[in-house]
C-alpha cells in the first residue's frame, strides 16, 4: 500500500459523458501527478500539481482538466469522452514538486461504451 | 511519446534464475526509477537512482546506470513466483519548471515455479 488513494475503482460510463477521478495523496505529500495508461500509447504523464498550483503539462487533452485543492487531494475531470479515452487513470505523489520518489496509487479503470 | 526502450519485451525464467533487464532513454535525467506492475494493478515503487549514481542495491535488486550510454539495468537475483510482472523503467527528464515521468514500454517478466 502506497498511501495514496484514488476512488473510484471502476468507472463505466458511456460516450459524451462527463467523469471526475479522485485522488488523496500520501500524507506529507505536496505534488500530485496524473497519468495515463492505455494499450496502444503506454504510460503517459498528464500533469502535475504543486501546493495547488499546476506545475508541468503534459498530453492533456483540452477535453481533460484537474485540480489541486487546498486539502491537496485532486481530481481529474474527463468530459466529452470517447470511447479511446478508455483507460487505467493513476494518481502519483511525491514530498516535493522535483527529485524525489513518485507514489502511486491502485488507478481507476475507466471503460468508455 | 515514450523516451525510454525497454529489453527484452518479455523474458521467462525458472525460479531461482536471475533476471536482468534493460533501459535506454534519449535525454538528460535528474534520476530514473524501476516500477513493478502486477497484472493491470497499481505501480509499485522499487528503486530510485540518481544521475550521479552508478549503482544501487535493494536486497535482491540491482540497479546501474551509464549516463554516457544513456542505459541503466535492473538485475533480479534469486528469482522467485511472486517477482513475476511487469518492469517499467521512468526517467526524470531535467526540465526547467516541474517535474514528472517517462516510462518505457516495459518488460513483461514470467518466472515459472
Same mark, same amino acid.
Given at each position: 500500500?502506497?498511501?495514496?488513494?484514488?476512488?473510484?475503482?471502476?468507472?463505466?460510463?458511456?460516450?459524451?459523458?462527463?467523469?471526475?477521478?479522485?485522488?488523496?495523496?500520501?500524507?506529507? %505529500? =505536496?505534488?500530485?501527478?496524473?497519468?495515463?495508461? $492505455? *494499450?496502444?500509447? #503506454?504510460?503517459?504523464? +498528464?500533469?502535475?500539481?504543486?501546493?495547488?498550483?499546476?506545475?508541468?503539462?503534459?498530453?492533456?487533452?483540452?477535453?481533460?482538466?484537474?485540480?489541486?485543492?487546498? %486539502? =491537496?487531494?485532486?481530481?481529474?475531470?474527463?468530459? $466529452? *469522452?470517447?470511447? #479511446?479515452?478508455?483507460? +487505467?487513470?493513476?494518481?502519483?505523489?511525491?514530498?516535493?514538486?522535483?527529485?524525489?520518489?513518485?507514489?502511486?496509487?491502485?488507478?481507476?479503470?475507466?471503460?468508455?461504451? | 511519446?515514450?523516451?525510454?526502450?525497454?529489453?527484452?519485451?518479455?523474458?521467462?525464467?525458472?525460479?531461482?534464475?536471475?533476471?536482468?533487464?534493460?533501459?535506454?532513454?534519449?535525454?538528460?535525467?535528474?534520476?530514473?526509477?524501476?516500477?513493478?506492475?502486477?497484472?493491470?494493478?497499481?505501480?509499485?515503487?522499487?528503486?530510485?537512482?540518481?544521475?550521479?549514481?552508478?549503482?544501487?542495491?535493494?536486497?535482491?535488486?540491482?540497479?546501474?546506470?551509464?549516463?554516457?550510454?544513456?542505459?541503466?539495468?535492473?538485475?533480479?537475483?534469486?528469482?522467485?513466483?511472486?517477482?513475476?510482472?511487469?518492469?517499467?523503467?521512468?526517467?526524470?527528464?531535467?526540465?526547467?519548471?516541474?517535474?514528472?515521468?517517462?516510462?518505457?514500454?516495459?518488460?513483461?517478466?514470467?518466472?515459472?515455479?
Amino acid at each position: 500500500d502506497s498511501g495514496v488513494t484514488q476512488t473510484p475503482k471502476h468507472l463505466i460510463t458511456a460516450t459524451g459523458q462527463r467523469v471526475t477521478l479522485r485522488c488523496s495523496p500520501r500524507s506529507g %505529500d =505536496l505534488s500530485v501527478y496524473w497519468y495515463q495508461q $492505455s *494499450l496502444d500509447q #503506454g504510460l503517459q504523464f +498528464l500533469i502535475q500539481y504543486y501546493n495547488g498550483e499546476e506545475r508541468a503539462k503534459g498530453n492533456i487533452l483540452e477535453r481533460f482538466s484537474a485540480q489541486q485543492f487546498p %486539502d =491537496l487531494h485532486s481530481e481529474l475531470n474527463l468530459s $466529452s *469522452l470517447e470511447l #479511446g479515452d478508455s483507460a +487505467l487513470y493513476f494518481c502519483a505523489s511525491s514530498v516535493n514538486p522535483t527529485y524525489n520518489e513518485q507514489f502511486f496509487g491502485p488507478g481507476t479503470r475507466l471503460t468508455v461504451l | 511519446s515514450q523516451q525510454g526502450e525497454e529489453d527484452p519485451q518479455a523474458l521467462s525464467i525458472q525460479e531461482g534464475e536471475n533476471a536482468t533487464m534493460n533501459c535506454s532513454y534519449k535525454t538528460s535525467i535528474n534520476n530514473l526509477q524501476w516500477y513493478r506492475q502486477n497484472s493491470g494493478r497499481g505501480l509499485v515503487h522499487l528503486i530510485l537512482i540518481r544521475s550521479n549514481e552508478r549503482e544501487k542495491h535493494s536486497g535482491r535488486l540491482r540497479v546501474t546506470l551509464d549516463t554516457s550510454k544513456k542505459s541503466s539495468s535492473l538485475l533480479i537475483t534469486a528469482s522467485r513466483a511472486a517477482d513475476t510482472a511487469s518492469y517499467f523503467c521512468a526517467t526524470s527528464p531535467i526540465m526547467e519548471y516541474g517535474n514528472k515521468l517517462v516510462f518505457g514500454a516495459g518488460t513483461i517478466l514470467r518466472v515459472k515455479s
